[in-house]
């Protein structure tokens, strides 16, 4: 018997397969709701600012926005839904995650709510 007999074939390469890792805890649903976006601080430029959502869940949501004033790590005023707030108190606060450039000169902003312990005045006009 020859020596090659004994030798066993290498194995073909196993396609390298790439999985994209959802990060988030809960589910996205895609559904539009009007919510009221508001940064902490006026000093950005940017000012209250009602929208629709794109996708929302129970941590965060994304909205589509003709301002660009949003960036990563903002911290934000949010009522969701937008006619459901009717005090200052009731705004949630949230942090922009990302922010995508869109067709058009549009952005998309992609916001993860931020649990609270102290309530702050946000600027919401009372009624």
């Known amino acids: 018997m ?62 589509v926005s003709r301002r660009p004033n949003y960036h990563q790590d903002m911290n934000l005023y949010v009522a969701c839904p937008a006619g459901h707030s009717q005090t200052a108190a009731d705004a949630e606060c949230a942090r922009v995650v990302r922010v995508d450039s869109l067709s058009e000169g549009s952005w998309g902003v992609a916001v993860a709510f931020v649990r609270r312990t102290i309530s702050y005045h946000n600027g919401f006009s009372e009624r």
Do not use: M, W
């Open 2 to 63: 020859s020596q090659q007999a004994g030798l066993k074939q290498a194995a073909a390469p196993h396609p390298i397969t790439t999985r994209c890792v959802d990060r988030r805890r809960s589910r996205r649903v895609k559904v539009s709701v009007a919510v009221r976006v508001q940064p902490y601080y006026q000093t950005t430029g940017a000012s209250e600012e009602l929208l629709s959502t794109t996708n929302l869940s129970r941590d965060g949501f994304y909205f």
